[in-house]
């Protein structure tokens, strides 16, 4: 029974909203041509009841269509709110999700330690600089002992060739000295 009703409102609507789309049957003609076409009597008009009865089942059809649609509109509206409040939530948790994992790409692990990558590029940089930075100082430091030893061998054999050239002539003159050392001995022996 009630699908009969259901069908017959469906029906109704469909009418009553062709109706309601010409200009020439909306609510206000109506009313336009019940008026104009009534007669007058004295300052009164006379309305014919069978079409002030037609007028008012067009108006209460028309105000019937307009709150089935304000119903329809409202669980429309009350769907689209639930949806937007899932969305909502949905792109909270993802805003949520993706700050998280931008911080979590963002950090990185060395040695046991836990940092942001910026802070470990700036130590790996300052290591490697570092590292550089000695590797100059012990390349300085072993160029200059290497000059230094270089110069001090080639002292080291000036002062052997010198040594050698003095032991030399200290030979030489001790061997002068004991000839005549022994000459003079011999010499105070034959005497």
């Known amino acids: ?10 029906f ?16 206000e003609s109506q009313f336009i ?3 104009d076409k009534s007669n007058s009597y004295q300052k009164y008009k006379v309305i014919k009841k069978t079409k002030i009865e037609g007028l008012r089942k067009n108006v209460l059809d028309t105000i019937e269509m307009l709150e089935l649609k304000i119903a329809t509109s409202k669980v429309e ?3 689209l709110k639930s949806k937007i409040e ?6 909270d948790t993802t805003k949520s999700k993706l700050a998280a994992s931008i911080e979590e790409e963002d950090k990185i692990e060395a040695i046991g330690l836990v940092m942001k990558k910026t802070t470990y590029n700036t130590l790996l940089w300052s290591i490697i600089t570092g590292l ?3 590797l100059g100082f012990l390349f300085y430091k072993h160029k200059n002992g290497h000059e230094i030893t270089k110069n001090t061998k080639l002292r080291l054999t000036e002062v052997e060739s010198d040594f050698d050239a003095h032991r030399k002539k200290t030979l030489t003159n001790e061997q002068l000295l004991r000839r005549k050392l022994q000459d003079e001995i011999n010499k105070n022996r034959t005497v």
């Open 1 to 10: 029974m009630t699908a009969k009703y259901l069908l017959l409102l469906c």
């Open 132 to 134: 550089l930075g000695l």
């Open 86 to 91: 899932l969305l909502t939530k949905t792109l």
């Open 33 to 35: 041509k019940v008026v």
């Open 12 to 27: 109704l609507v469909v009418s009553i909203t062709g109706f309601s789309q010409d200009e020439s049957n909306s609510i």
């Open 77 to 79: 509206i009350g769907n």
